[in-house]
């Protein structure tokens, strides 16, 4: 028996368009369409309002098992699984939006998580790729929530913090910040195990205005968000520590962890690995042997 156990691809639909350069780091043929992510090893169910697709963002073995059912059938080898990993790649500018908090989710989503994370740059498809983050300055809640009401996208882009990016950055997105991404840099995005976003700008994309704030309504969704000042830096803070780490380790964590092969080849506990190639590693699982040049992110819940 193996310690690792290589996941499928879970390709999920998303309202932008993307998605080639998943294709490339798997070594397929490349195409920007309606599943511009992938979520890996996860057990979190997508949110996708008005479709039908109860297993979306849902991960599986080979073996043909659901990654969220395997592990509720045996939770003292894998341990919880605390840590989403999704490789997404924008082909246009995602809107401006937010992620509740834990206390937030705990009283008004019946959630243990909220959703803190962090973008690792991989690669661009151009020299660079920009991203914006937090608010240059508070802003009142009254004056957020009719730039909302309005759609005024000049301001609610504009007042963020626009950042340039290169392969190899890393950015910390804590939960309630303002943020969007913009097109073409393939992230590997590590964050809370769940699909909750506050979507502040819906012209232009197909977002209904009644789904863009989780069903609770602007005058409680806005306690959700962050409206004071951010200034964004390059890599992971110690507050990152209690959501997820990351490392280039392929060994145990101690703890339920992902295994991502973002190039190079070789085997992972005689299992065949390359670029693009994931693995699910159990909270019990053992030293295990790593042959060949692997570039490899160990991705580890809090």
Not at 197 to 207: T, Y
Request: proline share 8%.
């Amino acid at each position: 028996m193996t310690e690792l156990s290589r996941v499928l691809p879970a390709r999920v639909y998303r309202f932008y368009r993307g998605g080639a350069m998943i294709d490339r780091l798997r070594g397929e043929p490349e195409r920007d369409g309606e599943f511009p992510e992938d979520w890996v090893a996860s057990v979190v169910q997508a949110r996708n309002p008005g479709r039908d697709e109860p297993e979306a963002g849902l991960a599986r073995f080979e073996d043909g098992r659901l990654v969220r059912d395997a592990v509720a059938a045996d939770p003292g080898r894998w341990g919880e699984p605390t840590v989403l990993v999704k490789l997404l790649d924008p082909v246009e500018r995602l809107p401006v939006h937010a992620h509740p908090d834990r206390e937030f989710a705990r009283t008004h989503l019946a959630s243990a998580y909220g959703k803190t994370e962090a973008w690792i740059v991989v690669a661009t498809r151009e020299a660079e790729a920009e991203v914006w983050l937090g608010l240059r300055e508070d802003v009142e809640r009254e004056v957020y929530r009719d730039w909302i009401e309005r759609q005024d996208v000049e301001e609610l882009l504009g007042s963020l913090c626009r950042l340039t990016v290169r392969a190899g950055d890393v950015l910390f997105v804590p939960a309630g910040v303002p943020h969007a991404i913009g097109a073409g840099a393939l992230i590997v995005e590590l964050q809370e195990p769940t699909d909750f976003s506050l979507v502040c700008e819906w012209v232009g994309f197909p977002i209904r205005a009644e789904d863009a704030h989780l069903g609770l309504g602007w005058d409680l969704a806005l306690d959700a968000l962050r409206l004071d000042a951010y200034r964004p830096k390059l890599g992971l803070p110690p507050e990152a520590s209690p959501f997820f780490s990351v490392d280039d380790r392929p060994e145990p964590a101690g703890r339920f962890a992902v295994l991502l092969v973002l190039e190079g080849e070789g085997e992972l506990d005689g299992l065949p690995a390359r670029g693009g190639d994931a693995f699910a590693v159990p909270a019990a699982a053992r030293p295990f042997p790593v042959h060949g040049d692997l570039r490899v992110l160990r991705c580890v819940g809090g």
